[in-house]
């Protein structure tokens, strides 16, 4: 249970969120060093969700024997979260950015510690099961692959600026480095990008 309103909660998650993204952008600028993962909570858009991911890694880095976790708790009709499920996530450590709508699917972008490697867009359905899932080289190809930037961890594939969920509460958009706008369904698992105009973060 969570001894505040729905409206805060929410609020407080995107708050954290942004802070939590970032924070790690800025540390992988200076010196391509990550903080050590951390448990953080994130709130669907109208609170009727609250996820919270568990990472598998110990807090001094160290992996743990199962990968990073997503536990859901659903706003009950006593205004009360209730605990739902558990997700066991595609990330080792943990994922870089997660969104979750208010019909229960989850998307999370990128792997701790090393953005653009593995499974950089992961969608679960409502009952955990993978929907669809992208490596880097499902989505582009080989000449863009080869545009990307990277640093001794990490592709810098994506802008630092942490995604937000589209008003109808199933499409996630962001923006690419190479000058796209890229867009993920929750409902379908689908990936599109189009040219922006305006090339670059």
């Given amino acids: 249970m969570f001894p505040i309103s729905v409206h805060v909660f929410r ?13 790690l952008q800025l540390s992988n600028a200076r010196a391509d060093s990550w903080p050590a993962a951390k448990k953080v909570g994130i709130a669907s858009p109208s609170g009727l969700f609250v996820v919270r991911i568990i990472p598998g890694a110990t807090p ?6 199962n990968p990073a976790t997503a536990i859901f708790y659903r706003l009950g009709a006593d205004a009360n979260y209730v605990r739902s499920h558990e997700v066991a996530l595609l990330n080792p450590v943990a994922p870089v950015f997660v969104a979750v709508s208010d019909t229960g699917e989850l998307v999370a972008l990128d792997n701790w510690f090393m953005t653009g490697f593995g499974k950089v867009v992961v969608v679960y359905r409502p009952d955990g099961q993978v929907l669809r ?18 640093s001794v ?49």
């Fill in 11 to 23: 609020v407080l998650s995107v708050v954290t969120q942004i802070v939590f993204v970032l924070g």
């Fill in 133 to 150: 899932s992208y490596d880097l080289a499902q989505i582009y190809g080989k000449d863009e692959l080869e545009k990307f930037s990277s």
């Fill in 60 to 65: 001094d880095g160290a992996a743990r024997a």
């Fill in 153 to 201: 961890s990490s592709i810098q594939w994506r802008c630092p600026f942490p995604p937000v969920l589209n008003n109808d509460g199933i499409s996630l958009p962001f923006h690419d480095t190479l000058g796209n706008a890229v867009a993920v369904n929750l409902k379908t698992g689908v990936l599109t990008r189009e040219k922006r105009a305006k090339p670059g973060c």
